[in-house]
Structure formats: structure tokens, C-alpha cells
């Protein structure tokens, strides 16, 4: 299991974790849950305390660490104040610094047989030599019709991704106890939305659309399944960049005028509307990408996530362009909360907090 110098593991099925905070540490934020299970029997949890901590400017770069005492300083300050007392986490990297392959080995082998059918793989699929990356493969399900045969998919990445991170929680003083990866992370929290649908969405075609600061990610589901994923360059710095140059204002400013709203009456009309509407012609373009390079036909809705999630009428917006149901994510909506949360706040954060919200579900994986 992904084991590097730090002898942490990246593994995003079914493996026993002791309790810990989900981490996820994007460009603009670090966002930090703790959750806790009241009901064992039908998975009933509780939020604990969670934290948004804004990162320093140029602190990340294409989802990867470029100043690391930025980083660890703001998870430090992050961690203090959600007032916990755990300093394990989970860490997540971003999809593009994974590698994964999927392959259909014979069922039944020895976990050493197996690791060494998946180094073989990994040698003709994976562009680093092997002792530069660190790899893990978990068993995904029996092939359909084939007992004889398992699904196995493998994940690789370069190790100074993974140490980067490690490295940051350490300085802060933290212990990263796992390496999942962002879109599985941001999959499980997100199957925790699913029965505000008819019959949990069974056999409907889920758009699951992350506008972060500066990429929008898109992760088409089906049945659990991710059958397209796409990453497009828009996030809601853009938004910060139209309100620098109409209000005549530096890029901090801007940043806290649009968190406050603290802008002028012409705020809506002339910059955060035309913003929605270009935001929903890119939501638009990703799902027609989506047709032309699968089989699929039609999306049957479409969840949005992300910081820029919580723009009043956004979600009517992107529905009147996109002619799909369009719903906002919050994975907290069943959950119960504890006497540290204020109820409209996390309403109003939650859609950010899907991928910690996720990491922090790897406490509770049964073993």
C-alpha cells in the first residue's frame, strides 16, 4: 500500500483507519472535518468541528505544494482552531498528480504473486522508474460473468507529490496516516447525498461539477461508478478578477469583498452575473464533451460543488442553461450536529468541505 519514506498508505477502499481529521488542502483554502459515528448500525454521523483556512497567495501551484512553510503554517492555524485534540489526518492528492490503471488479472492469487503481476504493469503503463513513484492496487470487484477474473485497479504517483504533503502536516504537527486521492474522496462524501433522490439514483447519470478557485472538476457517475472525468480551467478566481478590475481594488481586497459582500449595488449586474452565466456556458461545454466521448446521452442531474456552489441562483442558472436538475452538494444535510457547529454557517460552507468531508470518512471504513 503506497508506502514511502514516511511509511503512510494510499488507500481509497475498504482498509481500518483509527480516528482522524480529513484534510483537504486546495489552492485558495486548507478545509479541515471531524466527524464522529453516533450509530454504528445504520451510520449515523455527527460533525465535530470543522475549519476553512485561506491559503497565502502562490502558497500551491497546479494542486502542488510551492512554498512549504506557507502551507504547514496555515494547517497549523487551521488545526488550532477547530480546537481538537487529533492530530491524525488524511491527505488527498489532486487527480492529475495520480496515475491509475485499471487490469483483469486471475482471481485466487497470493497477495505476493499479485504484487508482483501489478509491478509488471505498472512498468509498461507507468512513464517513472519504479523507484521514484509509490504505488498501490486494491482488488475492486469480481468481472462480471467470470468468476476466474478480478478488476484490480492500480494507482501510482511521483514521491516528492506525496512527501510534499506529509512534510507540510508534519511541520504543523500533524501525522498524515493516509494518501487518498481527491475525486474518490470528494465520491464517498457525495454518496452520502444520494437518498434525497428517487431510489438513491439508481441508474441515473450524475454530473458531479467542483468549481474550485481556479479549475471547475467534473466527475460523471453512474451507479457508483465514475464513467467520465474532465477538468476544465474556470474557478471562482475569475470572479475575484473581475471584481479587481471593476472595483479598482487589489487582489486581497477583492478576495474579502467577495467572502463579505461588502460591494457596490452594480455588484450583481455588471460582474456576478455575467460570471454565472459564462460559469454555467462552461458547465454546458464539459457536459457536451461528456456526450461525444461516451455512449451516454442524457444527465439526469447535475451536483454542484465548490465555493462558488453557494451563489444565490447559481444552481437555476446552470439548470436553465444546461436543461438538467441542478442541485447543490451538502454530504452534511443527514447528519447530525454537534454544539460547536453553527447550522447556517456550515449550510453556506458545506459544498467545500465535500472532499474533507470524504477523508474524514475513512475513520469509520470497516476493516
Not at 500500500?1 to 498508505?9: L, V
Not at 483507519?17 to 450509530?39: A, N, Q
Not at 521514484?132 to 469480481?142: A, W
Request: glycine share 6%; proline share 5%.
Amino acid at each position: 500500500m503506497f508506502k514511502g519514506n514516511f511509511d503512510i498508505s494510499l488507500d481509497f477502499l475498504k482498509v481500518k483507519s483509527p480516528p482522524l481529521i480529513g484534510v483537504d488542502i486546495s489552492t485558495s483554502s486548507v478545509k479541515m472535518v471531524e466527524l464522529s459515528l453516533m450509530d454504528k448500525g445504520d451510520q449515523t454521523y455527527r460533525i465535530e468541528r470543522y475549519a476553512i483556512e485561506s491559503m497565502p497567495a502562490d502558497a500551491m501551484l497546479d494542486g502542488g505544494i510551492v512554498d512549504l512553510e506557507a502551507v504547514s503554517e496555515c494547517l497549523q492555524r487551521g488545526w488550532k482552531r477547530m480546537g481538537t485534540r487529533q492530530r491524525n489526518v488524511a491527505l488527498a492528492l489532486p487527480a492529475t498528480d495520480v496515475i491509475t490503471k485499471r487490469i483483469i488479472v486471475p482471481a485466487g492469487q497470493r497477495e505476493d504473486d499479485l504484487a508482483f503481476q501489478v509491478e509488471n504493469e505498472a512498468n509498461q503503463y507507468i512513464p517513472f522508474p519504479l523507484d521514484e513513484i509509490d504505488l498501490d492496487f486494491q482488488v475492486v470487484k469480481p468481472v462480471p460473468d467470470n468468476p476466474e477474473e478480478v478488476e484490480i485497479l492500480i494507482v501510482a504517483s511521483r514521491k516528492e507529490k506525496v512527501e510534499d504533503r506529509v512534510a507540510a502536516a508534519l511541520s504543523a504537527g500533524l501525522k498524515a496516516i493516509i494518501m487518498d486521492v481527491e475525486p474518490y474522496a470528494a465520491q464517498a462524501a457525495f454518496e452520502l447525498t444520494l437518498d434525497q433522490l428517487p431510489e438513491g439514483g439508481k441508474d441515473q447519470v450524475i454530473a458531479l461539477v467542483d468549481i474550485g478557485a481556479t479549475v471547475m472538476k467534473i466527475n460523471v457517475l453512474h451507479n457508483g461508478e465514475s464513467v467520465y472525468t474532465r477538468d476544465q480551467p474556470f474557478g471562482g478566481n475569475q470572479l475575484t478578477q473581475e471584481i479587481r478590475n471593476q472595483f479598482n481594488l487589489s487582489l486581497e481586497e477583492s478576495e474579502i469583498a467577495k467572502r463579505s459582500g461588502n460591494l457596490p449595488e452594480n455588484y450583481k449586474r455588471d460582474v456576478l452575473q455575467p460570471f454565472c452565466e459564462t460559469l454555467a456556458v462552461e458547465v454546458t461545454r464539459a457536459i457536451q464533451f461528456f456526450y461525444t466521448s461516451t455512449q451516454y446521452t442524457e444527465v439526469n442531474y447535475i451536483f454542484i460543488a465548490g465555493g462558488c456552489a453557494v451563489i444565490p441562483g447559481l444552481d437555476e442558472i446552470i439548470a436553465s442553461r444546461t436543461q438538467v436538475s441542478t442541485l447543490i452538494v451538502n454530504p452534511f444535510l443527514s447528519m447530525e450536529l454537534s454544539s460547536r457547529i453553527i447550522p447556517r454557517q456550515l449550510n453556506l460552507d458545506a459544498p467545500s468541505l465535500l472532499i474533507a468531508c470524504g477523508l474524514a470518512l475513512r475513520s469509520f471504513d470497516p476493516s
